[in-house]
């Protein structure tokens, strides 16, 4: 397996523009997981999903954000409209079943926002 | 709310030397511990898992403990290499709440 696949790796936007990140779970995984890196805040879940309902969202920040998972082998995550305060550096993630098992993440989407 | 906090956030160290990293929880009702390796620009590796029933698991030269009740965890790096060198991270719960990090630089 080619493991988690995120695109773009980087995205450079202004603000205001709309920014779409994408994912590509492992075949066969039941959760995947969106997180957030920053220097001041390190990594923070921002949602997840379990057979693509979304189960907690509760790391959003904003209504700015949102995620989707339209079916098992596909996920976004959705800003609009962007804000500098956005650019991080988000990780998508997935897992065969949660706790008990490990999770893979992708290599990451960085975002800067102009 | 869960707080994991790593210490410290940096070290460095010569090549061969046994090592030992650090994470704290609050909330010792945990479901699990888990250590990723962070190298710079890319994702997490997943480098041990600690379900709460166990104390301990070992992998290689790696080596983690668990200790619930005192909120602990610690990852022993045995005769460190260069290629060691990356970012150190604890996560904790099945939901994972991650600490900060510990940058290990091994010098040559």
């Known amino acids: 397996d080619a493991g988690v696949i995120q695109s773009p790796r980087h995205e450079v936007t202004e603000m205001g523009q709309e920014v779409t990140l994408r994912c590509k779970p492992i075949?066969?995984?039941?959760?995947l997981f969106w997180y957030r890196q920053t220097m001041m805040r390190g990594l923070e879940l921002l949602i997840y999903f379990n057979n693509n309902v979304p189960i907690d969202d509760s790391g959003m920040p904003e209504d700015r954000f949102s995620a989707k998972m339209p079916n098992a082998s596909f996920s976004t995550l959705k800003i609009q409209p962007s804000e500098p305060r956005d650019s991080a550096v988000y990780f998508c993630?997935?897992?065969?079943?949660?706790?008990?098992?490990?999770?893979?993440f992708g290599p990451g989407t960085r975002l800067t926002v102009l | 709310k869960q707080e994991v906090t790593q210490i410290p956030a940096a070290l460095s160290v010569p090549e061969g030397e046994n090592l030992v990293l650090n994470c704290s929880f609050t909330?010792?009702?945990?479901?699990?511990l888990q250590w990723f390796r962070q190298d710079p620009g890319k994702g997490l590796t997943s480098l041990l898992l600690i379900q709460s029933s166990q104390r301990e698991q070992t992998s290689g030269r790696l080596n983690a403990s668990l200790d619930k009740s005192s909120g602990r965890s610690t990852l022993y790096i045995a005769a460190s290499q260069p290629g060691d060198s990356a970012t150190y991270l604890c996560a904790v719960g099945a939901q994972l709440v991650f600490g900060k990090g510990t940058k290990l630089t091994v010098n040559p």
């Open positions: 909330d010792s009702a945990i479901y699990n």
């Open positions: 993630a997935s897992s065969l079943r949660q706790g008990s098992d490990t999770q893979y």
């Open positions: 075949s066969g995984h039941d959760y």
